[in-house]
């Protein structure tokens, strides 16, 4: 088939593409805009589109500046951490070969030059460590070895700067303190050696079954640390340094010039110096190497071109809307008065001088809820009377037309359109044309149902509160304190004082002092305020017990300054009387007493057996020895000589008997309780002297540690023996009790120093065994009276005993002592605060020490 030629399709005309949604609506919105808004329109436009294109040129510089500030902190912050890994590993390292020589110089007996022999294959290893030392528990070095300039190699040289001195403040001394208290390796703060250079030192304790016998003193270079252990491409990169906590700098890869002030770097990274976390940081420093913002010369084309664009349009801007300010003050000055009357919420309606209704405002629609059409032109009655008041109303406005109306106001009824009644209040006034003659009156409406039902509420309240006042027992008075007149006295007040101001005098001279001010002083009162001058006492509510003489009553008395109805100043109290419950604590008070007096001679009854054993001792030596002496002069074979000491060795053993009856004498004297500056020393002391002779009958040792320069205690001394002799005979009888072993036949008595949040600078007693413990269920009913564990038990040691420190503003516990799960022992603690008025002579202070009692 011969080939044709498809036919060309008909050529289509070209459709217009569709008007976009989006102009469509912009021109809409932009056609209903008036001529003055598509002007300012017109302006902002282009100003807009400036200062957005300003924008995105200072955000395109400052987002690049940022990347950079970013990479390079990241960078720094990298590599500061590399170093503190480095650096951290090796002190752990060291640390742990220091650990493994301590516990050889503990298991192992190794002499100086031993020692000496392997710090120096320690430090050969190790560049950084410029000084090891070997100090006994007293800081007396046994042997050092100095990588630079230390070489101590016997016992008893001369201490250098870098070591511990006994009473000297230096950073070894608190090293060695922290290390002694742990018992665990112990970092010091970075400090300056004898040549200048910054040094640490590492201080590891000698523990020989639990005892400290001394410590390991390993010196630090920091400089040393720097060099050897930054590595080289971090320190090419950064300069990194080491600063103490006052940021100032000890060591660093770049030393500066002499005499030159670094240049402050732009981006540091800080990390702490571990493990040893001594207050010394690593401290990466990086700059930055692009210019800034501010020196871009194309930054500052644009800005300039910027501005003088935008201060263009605000020229245009300003002039148009100079011209929008003219237009807007003709509408709104036609607007003004229109805005007034539909604003104001106080209806004004104006009517002639014949009664006709010749104006109202919108508000007085509202109130009424009639329209302006239906009261303009109406003559009385108005459809806002109430019907049942329309007589009332017509004589109202007769005497408001006469001009007889008061000028306080007419307290009328009006009713709404819908039938509601409202209170509301009248003001009216004559209306006067520019002539001066009178028109007509015109007339404010105020709806005043709200107000007057808050009036009704307030007076009910008032009469209420009054009623209550009334009613209550205690007595409540308010006095003028510039005048000093009574304002107001409830039922209670009359009954005891009468309408007299004396007693409300009385009551608050006895809580603080009487404050009216009153006479002719020119000074009294200030003449502006109206105020006293003198100064008030403390304006609370603290409470004070006050006696009143004349009624023979004592009342709690609050007390309180207000400001009274008048404005006066005014002082009010509220007493109420206590008298029975002062009987009560008076009571109270006094059977405490006796059962102080009642648990000691129980006390000493538990120790009979006891005491009459000790004393059996003496007595029987005398026997003894006046037996033999007896038989020795009948035989006529003694010497003067032997008798004079025979007769000595009897008067010593009368002595002793006389000092143990006298130290029970003195326990169980009844006497009153005596708050008195006290010694802790001397009350544990007399308490162990006479619990020793029940600790002895029962085969148990007591160890006693008083801390040395203890301040002085305000305490009755017989009072807190009684405390700690019962703690320490019911520990006797618990380890009796349990037949425990003689290892784990002892008690422990410690008193030292505290200080809590809570309780602030106290002295603490505890006494602690190694009994069995005390139940879970016991320990929260240890303090209940007439409680016991023991068959024999009254139940009134403990629970007194807690009374006793609690009336000394103390605190006892008590607490199992646990290995894993098991109990093996318990502690009883309680807490005394010292008297800081009176402390003890530190140079007459006995030394610290601790003293062991055996059966």
């Given at each position: 088939?011969?080939?044709?030629p498809a036919?060309?399709?008909p050529a289509?005309?070209p459709v217009?593409?569709?008007?976009p949604a989006v102009?469509?609506?912009?021109g809409r919105w932009?056609?209903?805009?008036s001529?003055?808004?598509q002007?300012?329109?017109?302006t902002?436009g282009?100003?807009?589109?400036?200062?957005?294109?300003?924008?995105?040129?200072?955000?395109a510089?400052?987002?690049l500046r940022?990347?950079?500030?970013?990479r390079?902190?990241a960078?720094?912050?990298r590599?500061t951490?590399l170093?503190?890994?480095q650096?951290?590993?090796?002190?752990i390292?060291?640390?742990?070969t220091?650990?493994?020589?301590?516990r050889?110089l503990?298991v192992r007996?190794?002499s100086?030059a031993?020692?000496?022999?392997?710090?120096?294959?320690f430090a050969r290893?190790?560049?950084?460590?410029?000084?090891l030392?070997?100090?006994?528990?007293?800081?007396?070095p046994i042997?050092?070895?100095g990588?630079?300039?230390y070489?101590?190699n016997?016992?008893?040289?001369?201490?250098?700067p870098?070591?511990p001195?006994?009473?000297?403040?230096?950073?070894?001394?608190a090293?060695?303190?922290a290390?002694?208290g742990?018992?665990?390796p112990?970092y010091?703060r970075?400090?300056?050696?004898?040549?200048?250079?910054a040094?640490?030192?590492l201080h590891?304790?000698?523990t020989?079954?639990?005892a400290?016998?001394?410590?390991?003193?390993?010196e630090?270079?920091?400089?040393s640390l720097?060099?050897?252990?930054v590595?080289?491409d971090?320190?090419?990169?950064?300069?990194?340094s080491?600063?103490n906590?006052?940021q100032?700098?000890?060591?660093?890869?770049?030393t500066p010039?002499p005499g030159?002030?670094?240049r402050r770097?732009a981006i540091?990274?800080?990390?702490?110096l571990?493990?040893a976390l001594?207050?010394?940081l690593?401290r990466?420093?990086?700059?930055?190497?692009?210019i800034?913002?501010?020196?871009n010369?194309?930054?500052w084309?644009v800005?300039?071109?910027?501005v003088?664009?935008?201060?263009?349009?605000?020229?245009t801007?300003r002039?148009?809307?100079?011209?929008?300010?003219i237009?807007?003050a003709?509408v709104?000055?036609?607007?003004?008065?229109?805005?007034?009357?539909?604003?104001?919420?106080t209806?004004?309606?104006?009517m002639?001088?014949?009664?006709?209704v010749?104006?109202?405002?919108?508000?007085?629609?509202q109130?009424?809820?009639?329209?302006q059409?239906?009261l303009?032109g109406?003559?009385?009655?108005?459809?806002?009377?109430?019907?049942d008041?329309?007589?009332?109303n017509?004589r109202?406005?007769t005497q408001?037309l006469?001009?007889?109306?008061p000028?306080?106001?007419i307290?009328?009824?009006?009713m709404?359109k819908?039938?509601?009644?409202?209170?509301?209040?009248?003001?009216?006034?004559?209306?006067?044309?520019p002539?001066?003659?009178?028109?007509g009156?015109m007339?404010s409406?105020?709806?005043?149902?709200e107000?007057k039902?808050?009036r009704?509420?307030l007076?009910?309240s008032?009469?209420?509160?009054t009623t209550?006042l009334?009613a209550?027992?205690?007595?409540?008075s308010v006095?003028?304190?510039?005048q000093?007149?009574l304002l107001?006295?409830n039922?209670?007040y009359?009954l005891?004082?009468?309408?007299?101001p004396?007693g409300?005098?009385q009551?608050?001279?006895g809580?603080?002092?009487?404050?009216?001010?009153?006479?002719?002083?020119h000074?009294?009162?200030?003449?502006l305020?109206?105020?006293?001058t003198?100064?008030?006492t403390?304006s609370?509510?603290?409470p004070s017990?006050?006696?009143?003489?004349?009624?023979?009553?004592w009342?709690?008395?609050?007390a309180r300054?207000l400001?009274?109805t008048d404005g006066?100043?005014?002082q009010?109290?509220i007493?109420?009387?206590?008298?029975?419950?002062?009987r009560?604590?008076?009571?109270?008070a006094?059977?405490?007493?006796?059962?102080?007096?009642?648990s000691?001679?129980?006390?000493?009854g538990e120790m009979a057996?006891?005491?009459?054993?000790?004393l059996?001792?003496?007595?029987t030596?005398?026997t003894n020895?006046c037996n033999?002496?007896?038989?020795?002069?009948?035989?006529a074979?003694?010497k003067?000589?032997?008798l004079?000491?025979?007769?000595?060795?009897t008067?010593?053993?009368?002595?002793?008997a006389?000092?143990?009856?006298?130290?029970i004498r003195a326990?169980?004297?009844?006497?009153?309780?005596q708050?008195?500056p006290?010694d802790?020393r001397?009350?544990?002391?007399?308490a162990?002297?006479l619990?020793?002779?029940?600790l002895?009958?029962?085969?148990v040792t007591?160890h006693t540690y008083v801390a040395?320069?203890l301040?002085?205690?305000?305490?009755?001394?017989?009072?807190?023996?009684?405390?700690?002799l019962?703690?320490?005979?019911n520990?006797a009888?618990?380890?009796?009790g349990a037949?425990?072993?003689?290892?784990r036949?002892h008690?422990?008595?410690r008193v030292v120093?505290?200080?809590t949040?809570e309780e602030?600078?106290?002295?603490?007693?505890?006494v602690?065994?190694?009994g069995?413990g005390?139940?879970?269920?016991?320990i929260g009913?240890l303090y209940e009276?007439?409680?016991s564990?023991?068959?024999?038990?009254?139940g009134?040691g403990l629970?007194l005993?807690?009374?006793?420190i609690e009336?000394?503003?103390?605190?006892?516990?008590a607490?199992?002592?646990?290995?894993?799960?098991?109990a093996?022992?318990?502690?009883f603690a309680f807490?005394?605060?010292?008297d800081i008025?009176?402390r003890?002579?530190?140079a007459?202070?006995p030394?610290e020490?601790?003293?062991?009692?055996?059966?």
């Amino acid at each position: 088939m011969p080939f044709r030629p498809a036919s060309p399709t008909p050529a289509t005309a070209p459709v217009a593409p569709p008007l976009p949604a989006v102009q469509r609506l912009f021109g809409r919105w932009w056609r209903r805009q008036s001529p003055a808004r598509q002007d300012r329109f017109a302006t902002l436009g282009p100003l807009l589109s400036v200062l957005l294109f300003l924008a995105a040129i200072i955000s395109a510089f400052w987002y690049l500046r940022n990347e950079e500030i970013e990479r390079e902190t990241a960078s720094v912050k990298r590599d500061t951490e590399l170093t503190q890994q480095q650096i951290g590993l090796r002190l752990i390292q060291n640390q742990e070969t220091l650990i493994r020589m301590a516990r050889d110089l503990v298991v192992r007996e190794i002499s100086p030059a031993e020692f000496i022999e392997q710090a120096a294959a320690f430090a050969r290893e190790r560049p950084e460590v410029t000084h090891l030392s070997w100090l006994d528990a007293r800081r007396k070095p046994i042997a050092s070895y100095g990588a630079l300039h230390y070489n101590f190699n016997a016992a008893g040289a001369t201490p250098e700067p870098s070591l511990p001195v006994e009473g000297q403040q230096t950073e070894p001394e608190a090293t060695f303190r922290a290390a002694r208290g742990t018992r665990s390796p112990a970092y010091s703060r970075g400090f300056a050696e004898n040549t200048g250079a910054a040094t640490f030192q590492l201080h590891l304790p000698l523990t020989d079954r639990n005892a400290f016998s001394g410590v390991i003193v390993v010196e630090y270079s920091v400089e040393s640390l720097v060099r050897h252990f930054v590595p080289a491409d971090v320190a090419q990169r950064h300069m990194i340094s080491v600063i103490n906590e006052n940021q100032q700098q000890l060591a660093a890869t770049v030393t500066p010039m002499p005499g030159e002030a670094s240049r402050r770097a732009a981006i540091v990274s800080v990390a702490p110096l571990t493990p040893a976390l001594n207050g010394l940081l690593l401290r990466g420093q990086g700059w930055r190497t692009s210019i800034g913002l501010v020196n871009n010369t194309l930054f500052w084309m644009v800005v300039a071109l910027s501005v003088l664009t935008v201060w263009m349009l605000l020229g245009t801007w300003r002039h148009m809307r100079r011209r929008s300010q003219i237009q807007g003050a003709l509408v709104q000055e036609t607007n003004f008065r229109r805005a007034m009357e539909n604003s104001m919420p106080t209806g004004m309606r104006a009517m002639d001088l014949e009664g006709r209704v010749t104006y109202v405002n919108a508000a007085f629609c509202q109130m009424t809820g009639f329209g302006q059409a239906e009261l303009v032109g109406r003559l009385p009655p108005y459809p806002y009377w109430p019907p049942d008041r329309l007589e009332e109303n017509a004589r109202l406005l007769t005497q408001e037309l006469q001009g007889r109306s008061p000028s306080g106001g007419i307290e009328v009824k009006v009713m709404r359109k819908d039938g509601v009644v409202f209170d509301a209040r009248m003001y009216i006034s004559p209306l006067i044309d520019p002539k001066g003659q009178q028109t007509g009156w015109m007339t404010s409406i105020t709806n005043i149902t709200e107000a007057k039902r808050i009036r009704d509420q307030l007076s009910a309240s008032h009469e209420r509160f009054t009623t209550v006042l009334e009613a209550l027992d205690a007595s409540v008075s308010v006095l003028s304190v510039q005048q000093g007149e009574l304002l107001f006295a409830n039922r209670s007040y009359r009954l005891w004082f009468g309408n007299e101001p004396t007693g409300h005098q009385q009551m608050a001279g006895g809580a603080g002092g009487v404050q009216v001010f009153g006479g002719d002083g020119h000074d009294a009162v200030d003449g502006l305020s109206g105020l006293p001058t003198e100064e008030l006492t403390e304006s609370g509510v603290n409470p004070s017990e006050v006696f009143i003489d004349s009624l023979q009553k004592w009342f709690d008395v609050r007390a309180r300054y207000l400001q009274w109805t008048d404005g006066r100043l005014a002082q009010m109290l509220i007493a109420t009387d206590i008298t029975a419950r002062r009987r009560a604590e008076e009571q109270s008070a006094a059977q405490a007493d006796k059962a102080q007096v009642t648990s000691r001679l129980v006390t000493m009854g538990e120790m009979a057996s006891s005491v009459a054993h000790e004393l059996n001792q003496p007595l029987t030596a005398i026997t003894n020895y006046c037996n033999g002496m007896v038989s020795r002069v009948k035989a006529a074979s003694i010497k003067q000589d032997d008798l004079i000491a025979a007769l000595q060795k009897t008067a010593r053993q009368a002595e002793r008997a006389g000092q143990i009856i006298h130290r029970i004498r003195a326990f169980v004297k009844r006497s009153e309780p005596q708050r008195q500056p006290s010694d802790a020393r001397e009350i544990v002391e007399d308490a162990v002297e006479l619990a020793g002779i029940e600790l002895r009958r029962r085969s148990v040792t007591i160890h006693t540690y008083v801390a040395q320069r203890l301040p002085t205690i305000m305490a009755d001394p017989i009072l807190i023996e009684q405390v700690l002799l019962n703690l320490l005979k019911n520990a006797a009888e618990a380890i009796d009790g349990a037949r425990l072993p003689t290892q784990r036949r002892h008690i422990e008595l410690r008193v030292v120093p505290r200080h809590t949040p809570e309780e602030g600078g106290v002295i603490e007693f505890s006494v602690t065994d190694m009994g069995p413990g005390i139940k879970d269920e016991v320990i929260g009913r240890l303090y209940e009276a007439f409680f016991s564990t023991k068959a024999e038990g009254l139940g009134i040691g403990l629970s007194l005993c807690r009374s006793i420190i609690e009336s000394h503003r103390g605190r006892m516990r008590a607490q199992n002592l646990y290995n894993g799960t098991h109990a093996v022992g318990c502690r009883f603690a309680f807490t005394l605060p010292v008297d800081i008025t009176a402390r003890q002579d530190a140079a007459a202070a006995p030394a610290e020490g601790e003293t062991s009692t055996n059966p």
